[in-house]
Nanobody, 125 residues
Framework: QVQLVESGGGLVQAGGSLRLSCVAS????????MGWFRQAPGKERECVAA????????LYTDSVKGRFTISRDNAKNTVYLQMNSLKPEDTAVYYC??????????????????WGQGTQVTVSS
């Protein structure tokens, strides 16, 4: 079983920045592919970024490319999402997700078994 705890959400003005963190426990972190997802009211949960367990390959959804950066620190069992140039449409609950040794479709939410409780990000205009 993997436990995930997110932090770092909050209220920020458009154009500002936030960094989300997610600490994982219960499994060797270096074997986990990690994803950041978000869900706005009335919308489906979408993956914004993911980082593979092996090699550190990263993928992003088009709407955040060039603005968001996912990274991981295996020594700290932590994955980060640095969010710059935030827009009101980035407002959502952001979730961290994990799956063991996932190599394919890493932006697909159905591939992840483990989820955090979420952290709210609100971007004001």
């Amino acid at each position: 079983q993997v436990q995930l705890v997110e932090s770092g959400g909050g209220l920020v003005q458009a154009g500002g920045s936030l960094r989300l963190s997610c600490v994982a426990s219960g499994r060797t972190f270096s074997t986990l592919t990690m994803g950041w997802f978000r869900q706005a009211p009335g919308k489906e949960r979408e993956c914004v970024a993911a980082i593979m367990w092996s090699g550190g390959t990263t993928l992003y959804t088009d709407s955040v490319k060039g603005r968001f950066t996912i990274s991981r620190d295996n020594a700290k069992n932590t994955v980060y999402l640095q969010m710059n140039s935030l827009k009101p449409e980035d407002t959502a609950v952001y979730y961290c997700a994990a799956e063991g040794r996932l190599r394919v479709e890493i932006l697909n939410r159905n591939k992840y078994h483990y989820w955090g409780q979420g952290t709210q990000v609100t971007v004001s205009s």
